[in-house]
């Protein structure tokens, strides 16, 4: 059975428009804009920012995918998008999903 | 004897032009775009990135004063301003200041 995941083969394939709104369902935090996906979490200070950030960033080294990270005391707006595939992968939806997560686990605490 | 630097009473008070002039030339790499001062450093990778950003926000916290800090990879901008003092202050150029210190201490080490 193949899982229709990253585990498809090709992760940094483009998607298409309709993979896109379909994986975006999935993620509903996340807006499309130009050719990446963004959201921004905003957390109690600077430091709780911070603590997020670090999550996020070990997310982005295990799935050697990095994403754009804007700081702005407690605010981080982070932007996700595939340089070499000229926009949206499968693995901008993953990274997405496991920062969402992050949030779930309750990453600024 | 008073210190012409943030010890000297106000250091939220928006600076004068040509104080601004002057604390420009003690930080060469920092430009003036609008209200703030902008410096990009970069990098070997993303991991070195972050360790320099985790520099920053601790000496962030310590002068309690936040830049705005954007990481693209192993490139880090950073901008400051004193928001509310409507410009720049002494604050900023001290943040400055310890950062590019950070720097000739090797923060990517």
Chains 1, 2 share one sequence.
């Not at 707006?77 to 000229?86: D, I, N, P, Y």
């Amino acid at each position: 059975m193949t899982q229709a995941g990253s585990d498809g083969g090709q992760p940094t394939s483009p998607l298409t428009r309709e993979e896109v709104a379909d994986l975006l369902r999935r993620v509903p935090g996340w807006k499309m804009i130009g050719n990446a996906i963004e959201r921004e979490f905003r957390f109690p200070d600077f430091r709780d920012a911070m603590v997020f950030v670090n999550k996020v960033a070990e997310a982005a080294e295990r799935q050697e995918h990095h994403p754009d990270i804007v700081i702005s005391y407690n605010r981080v707006h982070l932007v996700l998008t595939t340089h070499k595939a000229g926009g949206l992968t499968r693995r901008d939806f993953a990274l997405a999903a496991a920062i969402d997560e992050l949030i779930r686990a309750g990453a600024a605490g």
